[in-house]
C-alpha cells in the first residue's frame, strides 16, 4: 500500500507561484508513475499533469501547459508541480496519484494510490 502525502498549497495572487509537493510516507515510489489531479467545487476532478517513473517523459493539460511544470526527484522520494502565472480558475483541491503503469495515464480511475489533496486557492 502507497500512501502519498501532498504539501505547498495555500493562497496565492493572480500571477503568483506555487510549488506542491507529493511524497509517499512509508515506501519509495521510483518506479511509479506519477500523476497531479485537480478538483474545484461543483466540477468533476480533472487531469493536471503527470510524469513517467523516470521523469523521461511528462503531459500537460492544455489549460496549465506552459505555466505548469512536473518534476521528480527519486532519490528525496519527491513529486513537485510547479504552478506560475496563476490564474483564479485554477482554485481547486490538487491531488497526487501513483501507479505503477508504463504509461501516464490522464483518467483519474487509471491511478491506484491517491493522496489526501491540498487546497490552492488563487485569488483576483
Known amino acids: 500500500q502507497v500512501q502519498l502525502v501532498e504539501s505547498g498549497g495555500g493562497l496565492v495572487q493572480a500571477g503568483g507561484s506555487l510549488r506542491l509537493s507529493c511524497a509517499p510516507s512509508r515506501r519509495t515510489f521510483g518506479s511509479y508513475t506519477m500523476g497531479w489531479f485537480r478538483q474545484a467545487p461543483g466540477k468533476e476532478r480533472e487531469f493536471v499533469g503527470g510524469?513517467?517513473?523516470?521523469?523521461?517523459?511528462?503531459y500537460y493539460a492544455d489549460s496549465v501547459k506552459g505555466r505548469f511544470t512536473i518534476s521528480r526527484d527519486n532519490a528525496k522520494n519527491t513529486v513537485y508541480l510547479q504552478m506560475n502565472s496563476l490564474k483564479p480558475e485554477d482554485t481547486a483541491v490538487y491531488s497526487c496519484a501513483a501507479d505503477l503503469s508504463v504509461l501516464v495515464h490522464t483518467t483519474p480511475n487509471k491511478y491506484s494510490y491517491w493522496g489526501q489533496g491540498t487546497q490552492v486557492t488563487v485569488s483576483s
Open positions: 510524469i513517467s517513473w523516470s521523469g523521461g517523459n511528462t
